[in-house]
């Protein structure tokens, strides 16, 4: 669910601030919720899926078959999870890079 939530701030272009403003929490409690340190209450839930247009279930349900393996990363490296995703995007974008050059190379 961490990770989900993390997406989703990142994908709405929020800073942790933010986003603990837009939920009614502090930085610290969301911080604590994307490193999967403890989990969101109901409440926060709800908030989530009103920002995200998404229903409460996507928020509990793991549908993406990489988040325990992200989640694995994270916690064995004692890793950043802001750094990660930033990672994770740059290396998106670079594969997406080289397929458009690949593809005008052709």
Do not use: C, W
Not at 62 to 74: A, F, L, M, N
């Amino acid at each position: 669910m961490n990770i989900k939530i993390l997406r989703l701030r990142y994908s709405l272009k929020l800073s942790q601030n933010d986003m603990a403003l837009a939920l009614g929490i502090s930085r610290s409690t969301l911080v604590r919720i994307e490193r999967g340190q403890i989990s969101p209450k109901a409440d926060i839930i709800k908030k989530l899926s009103l920002l995200s247009e998404m229903e409460v279930s996507y928020f509990y349900h793991s549908e993406d078959k990489y988040i325990k393996k992200i989640e694995t990363i994270i916690t064995d490296n004692n890793l950043n999870a802001d750094d990660v995703l930033l990672l994770l995007i740059n290396k998106i974008e670079l594969d997406t890079i080289s397929e458009i050059y690949d593809r005008n190379t052709l």
